[in-house]
T-cell receptor
Framework: GAGVSQSPSNKVTEKGKDVELRCDPISGHTALYWYRQSLGQGLEFLIYFQGNSAPDKSGLPSDRFSAERTGGSVSTLTIQRTQQEDSAVYLC????????????FGNGTRLTVT | RKEVEQDPGPFNVPEGATVAFNCTYSNSASQSFFWYRQDCRKEPKLLMSVYSSGNEDGRFTAQLNRASQYISLLIRDSKLSDSATYLCVVNSGGSNYKLTFGKGTLLTVNP
C-alpha cells in the first residue's frame, strides 16, 4: 500500500523566505511526527500529533516554526523567515497508536537555505 | 541524563563478527522500544521492536533490561550489508507516544 508521502523532495530557498513542507501519512494512522536531521547528526524531534489531542510542540526550535494537521490527515510544517541553520532534512513519520506501534517514515524534504 | 543515549561508535568489524550495541534511556515509565536502521542519506527504517521478554529475528537479537534502563541489539555473523547507522528509539513514557531517537551508532562491516 501507499507509504508516507512528503513534498517537495528538495527545496532551495533564500534566507528570510517562508517555506511550507507537506506530509501525507499512511491512511488510518492517527499519529504523525515531524523530525529534522542535519548533516551527520541524529534525528531531532519537532512536533507530534495524536488524533484529536493537542499536539506536542515541545521540540519546535523557535516561534518561526509551526505545524498543523488538517482533518487528522495531511500535515504542513511551516518555517517563517528561514535562516541558514534551518537547512536540514525534514522527515515526517506516521504510526498507528494502538499497541507497540513503530514509525513509518517518508523520504524527507531536503531544505537548503542560501 | 539524556532521554536516549547511544555509543556513537564507529564500530568497525570484519564480516562474520558478532557486534552488540547498547542504548540507555532516562524515563523509567517508557514502554515502547525499537531499533531502527538508517543507511546513508536515507530515511530510517524499522529493524525490530524490542519486547520485554527479548526477541530474535534471524541474526538479530534485541533485549530490554528495565531495571538498568537499557536496551541492546546483538548482530551475529555480520554481513557487509549490515553497514549502517543503528538508532535506538524510546517513547516518553506511559501513554505518551512521543518517540525519541538516540543519535545512532555507526557500524561498518569490512570484507
Amino acid at each position: 500500500g501507499a507509504g508516507v508521502s512528503q513534498s517537495p523532495s528538495n527545496k532551495v530557498t533564500e534566507k528570510g523566505k517562508d517555506v511550507e513542507l507537506r506530509c501525507d501519512p499512511i491512511s488510518g494512522h492517527t499519529a504523525l511526527y515531524w523530525y529534522r536531521q542535519s548533516l551527520g547528526q541524529g534525528l531531532e524531534f519537532l512536533i507530534y500529533f495524536q488524533g484529536n489531542s493537542a499536539p506536542d510542540k515541545s521540540g519546535l526550535p523557535s516561534d518561526r516554526f509551526s505545524a498543523e494537521r488538517t482533518g487528522g490527515s495531511v500535515s504542513t510544517l511551516t518555517i517563517q523567515r528561514t535562516q541558514q541553520e534551518d537547512s536540514a532534512v525534514y522527515l515526517c513519520a506516521s504510526s498507528d497508536r494502538v499497541g507497540n506501534s513503530p514509525l513509518h517514515f517518508g523520504n524527507g524534504t531536503r531544505l537548503t537555505v542560501t | 541524563r539524556k532521554e536516549v543515549e547511544q555509543d556513537p561508535g564507529p564500530f568497525n568489524v570484519p564480516e562474520g563478527a558478532t557486534v552488540a550495541f547498547n542504548c540507555t534511556y532516562s524515563n523509567s515509565a517508557s514502554q515502547s522500544f525499537f531499533w531502527y536502521r538508517q543507511d546513508c542519506r536515507k530515511e530510517p527504517k524499522l529493524l525490530m521492536s524490542v519486547y520485554s521478554s527479548g526477541n530474535e529475528d534471524g541474526r538479530f537479537t534485541a533485549q530490554l533490561n528495565r531495571a538498568s534502563q537499557y536496551i541492546s541489539l546483538l548482530i551475529r555473523d555480520s554481513k557487509l550489508s549490515d553497514s549502517a547507522t543503528y538508532l535506538c528509539v524510546v517513547n516518553s513514557g506511559g501513554s505518551n507516544y512521543k518517540l525519541t531517537f538516540g543519535k545512532g551508532t555507526l557500524l561498518t562491516v569490512n570484507p
